[in-house]
C-alpha cells in the first residue's frame, strides 16, 4: 500500500510538472535527478528497501524538483507572492531546494553508512555524512556552471542566480545547513526504523 501511494503522488507530481512547463530545457534538468532516483529505488526496492523515512524523504526532495522545474526556481508563484508580501529582493524557492539537497542526502548517506558498516563510530559518520552532503552540494554548482558555459543563455533559467552575486555560496551554506539539520532532527527515528528492516545481505 505504502508502495502504491509513492507512486501514485511522485507520477501525479511528474505528470503535472511535465504538462507546458515555463522552460522545456530547465525542465529536463530540474526533474532528471527526480527521474534518477525513481529509477533507483524501482532497481534496488526487493535487494535493499529503504527506511519508509528515507522514501517519504526523497518523495519530497523529487516534489521540490518537479515543481522548480515547471515553474523555474526564481518563478515559483507561491515564493513570488512572498517576496512581495514581505519586500524580498528574490524569490527563494530556490533555495529551499538547496537545503533539501543537503537534508535529504544526508540521511540516505546515514543509511547506507550504517547498513553497509562502512563506518561505525557514530561522531566520526556524522562529521563524513556532512562532508559528504558539502562537496555534494559544490559539485551540483559545477554542473551548473558547465551547463551555463554549454547551452549559453538558455541555463539562466535553471541557474536561478537573479541577479544574486552570493547565490553559489548560499546554495552551498543551505546544503550543510540541511545536513546538519537532518542529523540532529532525525537520527532517532532513523535508528528506530532502521532496527525494523529485514536484514538484506
Known sequence: MRTTLWILLYASVLLWSAIEPKDRFTWWLEVAPALIAAVVIWATRRRFPLTPLLYGLILLHCVILMVGGHYTYAEVPLFDWLRDSFALQRN??????????????????????????????????????????LAFSAFYELIEWWVALLSGASAEAFLGTQGYIWDTQSDMGLALLGAICALATLSKLHNRQLKQLKPTY
Open 92 to 133: 527563494n524557492y530556490d533555495k529551499v531546494g538547496h537545503f533539501a539537497q543537503g537534508f535529504v542526502p544526508a540521511m540516505v548517506a546515514r543509511e547506507l553508512l550504517i547498513r553497509l558498516a562502512v563506518i561505525n563510530g557514530p561522531h566520526w559518520r556524522d562529521f563524513l555524512i556532512i562532508c559528504f552532503c
